[in-house]
């Protein structure tokens, strides 16, 4: 295998993993499990969105977690934001780094939001100046971008005018988003490797879903065409409330004992993950979608053999 040999993982767990429960965590135990991850060696955190409270009553504290998280030095804590005062939120509480979404679904945008993919990512203008005023880095992610529920199928073309539209505004961080848990290992990598090649000036990100069972597939399809950046989610929590039978994220300890066996680094303590991931299904109360998890370490399993004396 055409293996890379250090990858970045983002734990999206205190965002796109909880807003999806039905139980809503306090501040103080998002904020202390937050430091647990930055402490477990995590380049990237992200710790909650900027969103309306009355839409996603789970992130509603957002502005108060990023208050009672210990920043660590070298570690970049982000939010997912929707609009201007997502911006303003940030600022007021000390979020440094944001980012924006738009969806690749032409009739999902359409429904949501009544404009096409590209003409989402025209209007976050505003938020680019507002954000770069406010000395906050931004990126973007595109949804749906391996496919999606509303369409037979999710033409190139468009992810990649969204990627354009990006760009122009700005934004040169993008991560591709498989919410829907459509994708499939081969087409990860054509459209991974076409995407390199097209937009060389981009920091990828790629973000799967295990809804199939081919979330950690998916993401050694994009390692093999040079991806370094994944997010995941402790215990595999999270989920697409709007597409049916999805199933969350993939699981950030199996991607770290995947990477561990493989050899490929990652910079972050499993154990200590598997000790957060253990907290969190107990916040949440009831397990989720991780396998090492439930069947610990494939290193543990490794036993002296008695010797039979004659």
């Known amino acids: 295998m055409n293996l890379i040999e250090k990858i970045r993982v983002c734990e999206v767990g205190f965002r796109d993993g909880l807003q999806n429960e039905k139980t809503i965590l306090s501040a103080a135990d998002k904020a202390a499990l937050i430091d647990r991850c930055a402490e477990a060696g995590f380049p990237v955190i992200e710790a909650g969105s900027f969103v309306s409270p009355k839409a996603v009553p789970q992130m509603a504290d957002t502005d108060e977690v990023f208050r009672l998280i210990h920043k660590k030095e070298g570690t970049e804590y982000r939010a997912l934001i929707a609009n201007l005062k997502g911006v303003v939120r940030a600022a007021a509480c000390g979020c440094t780094k944001v980012k924006m979404n738009v969806s690749a679904s032409v009739a999902h945008n359409i429904a949501n939001l009544n404009c096409t993919p590209a003409e989402s990512v025209a209007r976050f203008g505003e938020c680019v100046s507002a954000a770069k005023e406010s000395g906050i880095s931004i990126s973007g ?38 919410a829907s848990g459509q994708a499939n290992p081969a087409q990860v990598a054509k459209i991974c490797r076409e995407m390199k090649e097209a937009y060389p000036e981009v920091s990828w990100w790629l973000h799967f879903h295990n809804t199939r069972g081919l979330g950690l597939a998916n993401v050694l399809a994009g390692m093999s065409e040079g991806f370094t950046q994944f997010d995941a989610a402790l215990s595999g929590i999270g989920g697409c409330p709007f597409v049916p039978g999805a199933a969350g994220n993939i699981s950030t300890e199996d991607l770290l004992h995947m990477c561990e066996e493989m050899g490929v680094a990652t910079g972050i303590d499993l154990d200590a993950v598997l000790a957060a991931s253990r907290r969190m299904t107990e916040l949440i109360g009831h397990t989720a979608d991780s396998y090492v998890l439930r069947a610990g370490k494939a290193s543990e399993l490794i036993r002296e053999v008695p010797v039979r004396r004659k």
């Open 141 to 178: 992610s595109i949804s749906m971008a391996f496919g999606s529920p509303w369409d037979k199928e999710i033409p190139v073309a468009v992810v990649r005018e969204i990627v354009e539209a990006y760009l122009r505004a700005g934004i040169t961080e993008i991560s591709l988003s498989d």
